[in-house]
């Protein structure tokens, strides 16, 4: 596997969706092993991550959101309540509670696959699989695994407008009304 100083798989990630994560970041992208869903613009809206850093820090956050009007969108989630309104229906629901459960399960499967770092074993992200404290983790496992797997990532994708038609989302004008 060859790598560059940022620690991105360059043996399955093409450089230019490397650029234009870099560039949807401000800043290089890290630990980068494959881009896991693409915005209809074609672009990487996430990006799945290797489980540790390359100066040996753990990183539990294996499906990463980069693309900032996706970003931006589920923020405005965050801001609306969305994440206390979920946490308690966690509380009140036994079935919601074992699918997301179920999806906390999945998060660390997937996670596994890239590699076992035993400080975040048993850790997935988003809050899972008791409460809800980052939307952006959970929309971004479900644009990675898809529908079905994680409800709650699922409930919030459905939320959120179709960010990437006001205007072109990763530098092209495909996918855009504008």
């Not at 490397?18 to 693409?38: D, F, I, N, T, W």
């Not at 696959?113 to 983790?137: F, N, Q």
Request: with cysteine; aromatic share 4%.
């Amino acid at each position: 596997m060859s790598t560059d100083e940022q620690g991105n798989d360059l043996d399955r990630v093409a450089a230019e969706d490397l650029e234009l994560v870099g560039e949807q970041l401000g800043r290089p992208a890290r630990s980068v092993v494959g881009v896991a869903h693409r915005c209809p613009c074609g672009g990487p809206t996430v990006v799945r991550t290797a489980p540790r850093l390359p100066a040996g820090t753990p990183f539990p956050t294996s499906f990463y959101a980069t693309c900032p009007r996706l970003t931006g969108a589920i923020s405005t989630l965050e801001s609306s309540g969305l994440m206390a309104e979920m946490s308690r229906r966690l509380l009140e629901d036994e079935d919601l509670a074992e699918r997301y459960a179920a999806a906390h399960e999945d998060y660390l499967r997937r996670r596994s696959e890239l590699g076992d770092v035993p400080e975040i074993e048993g850790i997935s992200a988003g809050g899972m699989p008791t409460r809800v404290k980052c939307l952006h983790v959970l929309v971004a496992h479900s644009l990675a695994a898809g529908p079905g797997v994680n409800p709650l990532g699922d409930e919030a994708l459905q939320r959120l407008p179709e960010w990437w038609r006001t205007s072109p989302c990763c530098g092209t004008d495909e996918g855009s009304d504008a």
